[in-house]
T-cell receptor
């Protein structure tokens, strides 16, 4: 079974803090994705990566950056957290087609 | 770019009845259409998918149909059970690249 794990289920941070969200997959997938999920807006793509050290902006990259130093790990970074970044963050990895999600990190920025 | 619409946003059915959720997409290049089920507090889980070279796919009580000409696809759940209650998302993708998701449908199965 594919397993995608995320470092935290719940996280509370203060405005202006630097926040790291970690995602690890164990199936040697090339593709990895970060989404945020907000009520009524569905899943919106923040960043994605099709290979190590490769990254592409998604639909809403502003305020975020990513790092992919190893194939199995894809990190989402909030350089200076703001209250409008309070959300559920979902990591996913995929084969050429099927996409598998982690359990999500619910981030609250105070 | 791709745009995916999904209806209805909420759906309530009696246990044992069928449920149908419909999605439309805009990009004719999309060729892969997965459906996800998200239970409370969990990440979305892939439940069924269909590729553009197939018109229908079935897996036990779940089926998906695709009309490429009209650019719409639907999820059908028969003999619904309380454990089917969840939020369901459709998505469209071209060759497993950019996935675009619908806004979700909250399905409630009433006992």
């Amino acid at each position: 079974d594919v397993k995608v794990t995320q470092s935290s289920r719940y996280l509370v941070k203060r405005t202006g803090e630097k926040v790291f969200l970690e995602c690890v997959q164990d199936m040697d997938h090339e593709n990895m994705f970060w989404y945020r999920q907000d009520p009524g807006l569905g899943l919106r793509l923040i960043y994605f990566s099709y290979d190590v050290k490769m990254k592409e902006k998604g639909d809403i990259p502003e305020g975020y950056s990513v790092s992919r130093e190893k194939k199995e790990r894809f990190s989402l970074i909030l350089e200076s957290a703001s209250t409008n970044q309070t959300s559920m963050y979902l990591c996913a990895s995929s084969l050429p087609s099927e996409q598998f999600f982690g359990p999500g990190t619910r981030l609250t920025v105070l | 770019g791709e745009n995916v619409e999904q209806h209805p946003s909420t759906l309530s059915v009696q246990e044992g009845d069928s449920a149908v959720i419909k999605c439309t997409y805009s990009d004719s290049a999309s060729n892969y259409f997965p459906w996800y089920k998200q239970e409370l507090g969990k990440g979305p889980q892939l439940i069924i998918d269909i590729r553009s070279n197939v018109g229908e796919k079935k897996d036990q009580r779940i089926a998906v149909t695709l009309n490429k000409t009209a650019k719409h696809f639907s999820l059908h759940i028969t003999e619904t059970q309380p454990e089917d209650s969840a939020v369901y998302f459709c998505a469209a993708s071209a060759y497993g690249q950019n996935f675009v998701f619908g806004p979700g449908t909250r399905l409630s199965v009433l006992p």
